[in-house]
């Protein structure tokens, strides 16, 4: 028998379905116990080579033999000379070379002293075919019972062994193509579910690395994305953790251009390092197989990586020297794989996009803070010193012109006040580094004092301010200084903005592990439109008699950041020309200063 051996066993034969192992071993057992042949063996086609799959009636033939693989053109070459015996192929001894390295097992027997005499170095074989008259394997029989060279009858019953065992080995290969289907579309599936949590590039490849290199066999994996403009060279490479990949510039520049002209095909391609590849020129070839070789790698899976018209990536899986060639199924789930990961980085993409525009929005938004503080602080001095000059003038006597400049000078005086306290409790309320200093207040106190400081105004502009609330005490957990800011502005917004005739009610009640404070008016209302930017920062009304009322466009901005930091909720109904209600809901408390 003559046959190239491989020193180690290859990875295919290991992983072949135990059914296919069961199928070719029952096809070698028929043939020793029934042909009345010594030793049978059951070379499958894998790839580019035969590989033994199943040895019979010799236990140092199996051991020698398992696994070894044959390039499939050497054997084609070597049983071209032998002579056709129908659907097997005799090759004596006499036309071997003795000195030939790629003799495989020979069996230690002396043949007869006859001219039809078996020869330990002859060779018996019949290719096997599919119904397409593509070759699948390769039967071969040695050590006939009686010694000799099978005569013609014998040859007409090994033509039947080799039928069956044709067929034999094509249900045994349709149901591995099956079971390659099943496993890869459970890695597929496995690949898909674990990418669609995840959010970024690393965290995904560590999702589909494991689910990758299990479902396909692969020795190594990694991904090559380019920006969303597929700007030449502006990719980057992502290995598995623990793995360091330095891939040569002018090879990635290879495999950038290698992905769009693939994702353009929608084709998946398997390089072979050594062997002649249309897709890449004689240099680029020698630069990627220099390099594949360098990193032990022997053939890889070149996997495109897209949605729609956008090639966003190249996922690669690698294998080494000894392990099986990629199947067409491997090849045909990898396409589709790739959609799926294509799919998965441009989510990653923008996840990392919206991160990097969050992270510049949180810069911008402290910048904002900072600079509103510092100018709060540096408007307070100089007004400081306006309202001490104005209060040692203020008794001086002076001309009624001079007077009425005065009086203009303490009006803007006490609006830049206003705008100055505004901007620095929103610095304070705004900046995340400021901590809240929560206790347990009573919510209705400060409501009666509030009501109180407004109730002049109230009656002054003939708006009823009332209350509506038993229960006293009513606690919430937070800081005493910022809710009675928040009840101010609510309930001084309601009087200011509600005509003569008209009410505010201010009710408070306790709802679960919650107060709730509600600020109701009859007021002139909000529009739709207003209340979409209502509580931004310096926004005024368009509302001719809201515009007409003094304010800073602070004051509910200010609101909604105090609510918001003491984990509350704010709430609006309104309706121009029927009035306004503002709810507040805050977490109770117990006096002693338990969450309620």
């Not at 499939?72 to 049983?79: D, F, K, S, V």
Request: hydrophobic share 45%.
């Amino acid at each position: 028998m003559s046959l190239t051996t491989s020193p180690d066993a290859v990875a295919a034969w290991e992983r072949r379905p135990a059914e296919s192992l069961d199928a070719f071993q029952l096809i070698a057992d028929a043939i020793t116990h029934i042909g009345g042949f010594g030793v049978a063996a059951i070379s499958v086609v894998r790839g580019s080579h035969l590989v033994v799959e199943a040895i019979s009636g010799s236990d140092q033939a199996r051991e020698q033999l398992t696994g070894a693989r044959t390039p499939i053109a050497n054997m084609l070459h070597e049983i071209a000379r032998a002579d056709d015996w129908g659907s097997f192929r005799f090759l004596p001894h006499d036309r071997i070379d003795p000195d030939n390295d790629n003799l495989g097992w020979v069996p230690e027997v002396e043949p007869l002293d006859a001219e039809d005499a078996w020869h330990p170095l002859d060779l018996l074989v019949a290719p096997l075919f599919d119904d397409t008259a593509r070759l699948i394997g390769m039967l071969s029989i040695d050590l006939p019972g009686d010694g000799r060279r099978p005569g013609r009858e014998q040859r007409r019953l090994l033509d039947e062994y080799a039928n069956q065992a044709a067929r034999a080995v094509l249900a045994a290969l349709d149901h591995e193509a099956l079971a390659e289907q099943v496993r890869l579309a459970e890695a597929a599936r496995e690949i898909v579910r674990s990418m669609s949590t995840e959010l970024t590039m690393e965290t995904l490849l560590a999702a589909c690395n494991e689910a990758m290199s299990e479902g396909f066999g692969a020795a190594g994996l990694w991904l090559q994305t380019f920006d969303a403009v597929g700007r030449p060279g502006s990719g980057r490479v992502w290995a598995p953790e623990g793995v360091e990949i330095d891939i040569p510039d002018d090879v990635k520049s290879i495999a950038e251009a290698s992905a769009f002209d693939a994702w353009h095909r929608q084709s998946v391609d398997v390089v072979r390092v050594g062997e002649e590849n249309a897709l890449l020129p004689p240099r680029a070839r020698d630069l990627v197989y220099d390099f594949l070789r360098s990193i032990d790698v022997a053939s890889m899976l070149f996997v495109p990586l897209g949605a729609g018209q956008q090639c966003v990536g190249a996922l690669v899986m690698t294998r080494g020297p000894d392990d099986p060639e990629w199947s067409p199924v491997e090849v045909s789930a990898a396409r589709d794989i790739g959609l799926d990961v294509g799919r998965a980085v441009l989510n990653a993409r923008t996840f990392e996009r919206e991160r990097e525009l969050v992270s510049e929005l949180q810069a911008l938004d402290t910048y904002k803070s900072q600079l509103i503080s510092t100018l709060g602080h540096e408007l307070k001095n100089p007004l400081t010193a306006i309202s001490a000059h104005l209060e040692l003038i203020d008794g001086a006597s002076v001309e009624p012109d001079t007077r009425f400049s005065l009086d203009a000078i303490e009006r803007g005086a006490r609006r830049l006040g206003r705008i100055v306290d505004d901007l620095m409790m929103l610095a304070k309320v705004g900046d995340p580094d400021t901590p809240l200093v929560t206790a347990a207040v009573d919510l209705g106190a400060i409501v009666d004092e509030v009501v109180d400081m407004f109730s002049v105004s109230a009656t002054s502009g003939g708006v009823e301010l009332r209350t509506d609330y038993t229960e006293r005490p009513i606690h919430v957990l937070g800081d005493a200084a910022e809710l009675d800011h928040v009840v101010a502005n609510l309930v001084g917004n309601a009087v200011k903005y509600t005509p003569r005739g008209g009410s505010v009610t201010v009710s408070l009640s306790r709802v679960d592990n919650e107060v709730v404070l509600e600020v109701v008016d009859t007021g002139i209302g909000i529009s739709a439109e207003d209340q979409e930017q209502l509580f931004t920062e310096f926004f005024r009304s368009r509302n001719p008699q809201a515009v007409a009322q003094p304010g800073t466009g602070l004051g509910l901005t200010i609101v909604a950041r105090i609510v918001d930091r003491h984990g509350g909720r704010l709430h609006l109904t309104s309706e121009l020309g029927a009035g306004s209600t503002f709810r507040v809901a805050l977490p109770a408390a117990e006096p002693s200063g338990r969450p309620g």
